[in-house]
């Protein structure tokens, strides 16, 4: 059974750092591009970063380009998102999810899989 599980969420003060993880069981990740999204209570969820299936190529929204860095291990099959420099702005619950093809489509895996798993929470907050 495909399931995406989100960790390495929490509290952290403006200016502070973070580092989630991404674990796919029931798949294997290397052939995709995976993405991070967020989703505040009452918004839409939208797209953060996106990286291929290699590794090569990563992209990011505007809002986080220089302060977040998306990393995958394929021998682990886990993806990471390291976020530096947090904002109050970057409150949400943060999610993982693959694309049906290798490559992204800007900052979002082309084709993303509606599979989501819980997500894990992130507040920036002094």
């Known amino acids: 059974q495909l399931q995406f599980v989100e960790s390495g969420g929490g509290l952290v003060q403006p200016g502070g750092s973070l580092r989630l993880s991404c674990a796919a069981s029931g798949f294997t990740l290397d052939n995709y591009a995976i993405g991070w999204f967020r989703q505040v209570p009452g918004k839409e969820r939208e797209g953060v970063s996106c990286i291929s299936n290699s590794g090569e190529t990563t992209n990011y929204a505007d809002s986080v380009k220089g302060r977040f860095t998306i990393s995958r291990d394929n021998a682990k099959n886990m993806v990471y998102l390291q976020m530096n420099n947090l904002k109050p702005e970057d409150t949400a619950v943060y999610y993982c999810?693959?694309?049906?093809?290798?490559?992204?489509?800007?900052?979002?895996?082309?084709?993303?899989?509606?599979?989501w798993g819980k997500g894990t929470l992130v507040t920036v907050s002094s």
């Open positions: 999810t693959s694309g049906g093809y290798w490559y992204c489509a800007g900052y979002i895996p082309r084709d993303p899989m509606d599979y």
